[in-house]
């Protein structure tokens, strides 16, 4: 998650200095997504109920917050801002609550919801979160989404017009070295090992696969990295983990494939998502195998650039690879993938409206 944060994080960046704007970043000190999680019971009531402070632990977090916002604060009066770009929702909180002080327009650029991601692991308050993003997302000037469907979402849920949001979801950049087609195929997942993932169904694929036709290929980090790595030593499952791979070498890694995949889980944390490893697979060339969730699924259907699975049982994931194990399929699809992320869903692209949405604040 936090990988995929700092690549779009930092394609803004490149892409508004590109564009002759001058930038101040503002890394907010000890500030992490854990710590909200962790400290929001306490800064919020909910039905009519206030968790206090009751540990140290929790008191240190809050006083990180604090320092956050005087951060945030200092930085402010420093530079005089025209507008402030709050990456993520969280950031949002704390951008809203010092730029109505100001009176300094705030864009809040939502990567997803975050609420919806604590709900998918089990965590107790998740609610309070829900409650935070919903007072930054009432509180800002505009809301940038990843998604068509998180921009029903947010405006149908927390009573927002749809002009105040705009979708600009994730892309990528065209690569000089791409994909040729060769068999065995290699096949891989490369992106977070996190719930929202479903590595696992990736892994039930390569132990299910026995055509010699696909080589399994497992690269990236995250909490369910030990599990994993303990089925598939457990189970012999025939795959190559490659570790975590920095941003650097990704492509000329991804250009020794053949096909990508992309698992995915169901909950809400998906359908309004907006994965940058898909884009990453169309860039490099690759085929896509995805269920038909969000609206990457409907990319790599429109685009013929892969095979958006309406059921993604593992029966119909080895189906579509057998389909792209057909030399002329492949190559029509890969062709594809690669003329879409040159045409419209390359950052310098998808990041246009915000030229206009910057100037309409200033």
Not at 244 to 252: L, P, T
Not at 282 to 310: F, R, Y
């Amino acid at each position: 998650m936090f990988l995929g944060d700092r690549i779009r994080i930092e394609s803004i960046l490149a892409f508004l200095r590109k564009n002759q704007f001058d930038i101040v970043e503002a890394p907010l000190p000890s500030l992490a997504q854990l710590s909200f999680w962790q400290i929001v019971p306490s800064l919020f009531p909910l039905h009519g109920k206030v968790v206090p402070i009751l540990s140290r632990k929790a008191l240190l977090l809050w006083l990180n917050l604090s320092a956050s916002i005087n951060s945030l604060k200092t930085i402010i009066r420093k530079t005089n801002p025209d507008i402030v770009l709050a990456e993520t929702s969280l950031v949002g909180w704390i951008a809203t609550r010092v730029c109505t002080n100001y009176s300094i327009p705030c864009i809040i650029d939502a990567h997803g919801l975050a609420f919806a991601e604590a709900r998918g692991v089990n965590y107790q308050h998740w609610q309070y979160l829900k409650h935070l993003e919903e007072e930054a997302f009432l509180k800002c000037d505009h809301i940038l989404v990843v998604s068509k469907r998180m921009k029903r979402y947010v405006s149908k849920v927390f009573k927002i017009n749809l002009d105040k949001i705009s979708v600009v979801p994730n892309g990528s950049t065209p690569q000089q070295f791409i994909a040729e087609y060769r068999i065995p195929l290699r096949v891989i997942y490369a992106g977070n090992l996190a719930y929202w993932e479903k590595v696992e169904d990736f892994l039930d694929i390569a132990r299910q696969t026995t055509s010699y036709k696909f080589k399994f290929y497992l690269a990236g980090a995250g909490i369910l990295k030990n599990r994993l790595l303990e089925r598939i030593r457990r189970e012999n499952i025939p795959l190559t983990y490659l570790g975590y791979i920095s941003r650097q070498k990704i492509f000329s890694v991804l250009s020794t494939m053949q096909i990508g995949i992309a698992p995915s889980t169901k909950d809400l944390a998906r359908v309004v998502a907006s994965p940058i490893k898909v884009f990453d697979y169309m860039a490099s060339g690759l085929p896509v195998i995805t269920p038909k969730i969000g609206d990457w699924g409907e990319i790599i259907a429109e685009e013929d650039c892969g095979i958006a699975l309406e059921d993604d049982s593992t029966e119909n994931y080895k189906e579509a690879l057998n389909t792209l194990a057909q030399k002329d399929v492949w190559a029509i699809k890969s062709n594809n993938a690669i003329n879409a992320i040159k045409r419209k869903y390359n950052w310098d692209n998808i990041l246009k409206p915000l030229v206009d949405l910057i100037f309409n604040y200033q």
